[in-house]
Protein backbone atom coordinates (compact mmCIF):
# COMPACT_ATOMS: atom_id res chain seq x y z
CA UNK A 1 0.00 0.00 0.00
CA UNK A 2 1.73 3.41 -0.98
CA UNK A 3 0.19 7.06 0.43
CA UNK A 4 0.38 10.11 -1.25
CA UNK A 5 -0.89 13.54 0.61
CA UNK A 6 -1.42 16.57 -1.18
CA UNK A 7 -3.32 19.92 -0.47
CA UNK A 8 -0.70 21.85 1.75
CA UNK A 9 -0.23 25.15 1.73
CA UNK A 10 0.18 28.99 2.96
CA UNK A 11 -2.85 29.97 4.01
CA UNK A 12 -4.06 32.62 6.64
CA UNK A 13 -5.16 32.50 10.07
CA UNK A 14 -8.69 31.27 10.25
CA UNK A 15 -8.86 30.11 6.67
CA UNK A 16 -9.37 26.77 5.25
CA UNK A 17 -7.41 23.52 3.75
CA UNK A 18 -8.57 19.99 2.75
CA UNK A 19 -5.60 17.94 2.99
CA UNK A 20 -6.30 14.41 0.44
CA UNK A 21 -4.66 11.27 1.11
CA UNK A 22 -4.75 8.97 -1.87
CA UNK A 23 -4.15 5.59 -1.21
CA UNK A 24 -2.77 2.74 -4.26
CA UNK A 25 -1.37 -0.47 -4.28
CA UNK A 26 -4.06 -2.25 -2.96
CA UNK A 27 -6.82 -5.14 -3.97
CA UNK A 28 -8.76 -4.44 -0.97
CA UNK A 29 -10.99 -1.19 -0.61
CA UNK A 30 -10.01 1.58 1.81
CA UNK A 31 -12.97 0.46 3.70
CA UNK A 32 -11.00 -2.28 5.10
CA UNK A 33 -8.49 0.19 5.97
CA UNK A 34 -7.72 2.25 8.85
CA UNK A 35 -5.83 5.76 8.13
CA UNK A 36 -4.88 8.31 10.47
CA UNK A 37 -3.59 11.79 10.19
CA UNK A 38 -0.51 13.16 11.91
CA UNK A 39 1.31 16.12 12.37
CA UNK A 40 4.75 16.84 12.99
CA UNK A 41 5.81 20.86 13.86
CA UNK A 42 9.73 22.19 13.53
CA UNK A 43 11.51 20.69 16.72
CA UNK A 44 8.12 19.26 18.02
CA UNK A 45 6.97 15.06 18.27
CA UNK A 46 4.85 13.76 16.01
CA UNK A 47 1.23 14.34 17.16
CA UNK A 48 -2.30 12.54 16.40
CA UNK A 49 -4.62 14.61 14.47
CA UNK A 50 -7.59 12.59 13.80
CA UNK A 51 -8.28 8.75 12.35
CA UNK A 52 -11.19 6.91 10.32
CA UNK A 53 -12.01 3.75 11.49
CA UNK A 54 -11.92 0.32 9.25
CA UNK A 55 -15.27 -1.09 8.19
CA UNK A 56 -17.57 1.23 10.55
CA UNK A 57 -15.95 4.32 9.43
CA UNK A 58 -16.14 5.88 12.87
CA UNK A 59 -13.84 8.94 13.26
CA UNK A 60 -11.52 10.08 15.97
CA UNK A 61 -10.14 13.91 16.47
CA UNK A 62 -7.81 15.00 18.71
CA UNK A 63 -8.98 17.60 21.28
CA UNK A 64 -7.25 20.31 19.64
CA UNK A 65 -8.74 19.64 16.77
CA UNK A 66 -11.89 19.18 17.51
CA UNK A 67 -14.50 21.01 15.93
CA UNK A 68 -11.96 22.85 13.38
CA UNK A 69 -10.75 19.23 11.30
CA UNK A 70 -12.92 16.86 9.98
CA UNK A 71 -11.37 13.55 8.92
CA UNK A 72 -13.51 11.64 6.19
CA UNK A 73 -12.95 8.84 3.09
CA UNK A 74 -14.06 8.36 0.06
CA UNK A 75 -14.40 4.53 -0.53
CA UNK A 76 -14.87 4.84 -4.67
CA UNK A 77 -12.11 7.15 -4.80
CA UNK A 78 -9.84 5.06 -2.13
CA UNK A 79 -8.84 8.63 -1.07
CA UNK A 80 -9.24 10.30 3.11
CA UNK A 81 -9.43 14.11 3.40
CA UNK A 82 -9.04 16.02 5.91
CA UNK A 83 -11.11 19.09 6.16
CA UNK A 84 -8.98 21.74 8.08
CA UNK A 85 -11.29 24.73 8.98
CA UNK A 86 -10.26 28.50 11.17
CA UNK A 87 -6.27 27.43 11.14
CA UNK A 88 -4.25 29.12 13.51
CA UNK A 89 -0.68 29.51 13.30
CA UNK A 90 0.09 26.62 15.59
CA UNK A 91 -1.51 24.25 13.18
CA UNK A 92 1.32 24.82 10.92
CA UNK A 93 2.88 21.74 10.80
CA UNK A 94 3.91 19.18 8.38
CA UNK A 95 0.46 16.44 7.79
CA UNK A 96 1.22 12.77 7.26
CA UNK A 97 -1.20 10.43 6.54
CA UNK A 98 -0.51 6.44 7.47
CA UNK A 99 -2.50 3.22 7.50
CA UNK A 100 -3.05 0.07 9.25
CA UNK A 101 -4.91 -2.98 7.95
CA UNK A 102 -7.08 -3.39 11.42
CA UNK A 103 -8.23 -1.08 13.84
CA UNK A 104 -6.23 -0.39 16.99
CA UNK A 105 -7.40 0.79 20.20
CA UNK A 106 -3.95 2.81 20.31
CA UNK A 107 -5.22 4.75 16.99
CA UNK A 108 -3.59 7.82 18.29
CA UNK A 109 -0.07 6.69 18.74
CA UNK A 110 2.10 6.35 15.48
CA UNK A 111 3.75 3.43 16.48
CA UNK A 112 0.61 1.66 15.99
CA UNK A 113 1.73 2.65 11.97
CA UNK A 114 3.60 0.69 9.42
CA UNK A 115 2.71 2.66 6.46
CA UNK A 116 3.19 6.22 6.20
CA UNK A 117 2.82 8.89 3.07
CA UNK A 118 5.37 11.80 2.13
CA UNK A 119 3.64 14.53 4.32
CA UNK A 120 2.25 17.78 3.13
CA UNK A 121 3.48 21.20 4.30
CA UNK A 122 0.78 23.32 5.97
CA UNK A 123 1.51 27.03 7.03
CA UNK A 124 -0.86 29.39 8.75
CA UNK A 125 0.66 33.02 8.46
CA UNK A 126 -0.35 36.32 7.66
Known amino acids: VQLQASGGGLVQPGGSLRLSCATSGHTVSIYTMSIAWFRQAPGKEREFVAA????????YHADSVKGRFTISRDNAKNTVYLQMNSLKPDDTAVYYC??????????????????WGQGTLVTVSS
Open 52 to 59: VRSTSGST
Open 98 to 115: AYRSYWSVAYYSSSQYAT
